[in-house]
């Protein structure tokens, strides 16, 4: 009996990207132990107003507990794993597609962030990162000063 899968067009490229990244880390790092489990992405929006950055990225099936939300040098890291769920039966898979194991992502932020301010808010699955922007990092209102017109009147001492 065959697998069912699900076709993506991404999966290959990616799967490409994989294994030349593990090629280059190899040649340069040494190779990684087999029980090293690889790292996926999660989805995510990045918005931004003019008081702050807004990141809400999808971790479904995950504790806020088990995050690890860092920032350093403009960067923001989410880091987590999604732990894979045991059965004391071996179960026959026609179908497989949601991910376990850890998972890593980086934003090199395009604007100063005032960390003391960051917020992190978990709802059913999407982790919600309120990022401030210091008062540098706001955009300003310049007003323009227009030359005002000069009326220049000539009073002539006249006596009458």
Known sequence: MSNLTRYDPFREMLTLRNAMDRLFDSAFVGPSPIWQSETMGIAVDVMENADALTIKAAVPGIKPEDLEITYNNNVLTIKGEIKEETETQEPRYHVRERRFGTFSRSFSLPVNV????????YNQGVLTLTLPKTEEAKPKRITVQGAQPVIEAKISDRKN
Not at 114 to 121: E, F, G, L, R, V
């Open 114 to 121: 005032n960390p003391d301010a960051i917020q992190a808010d």
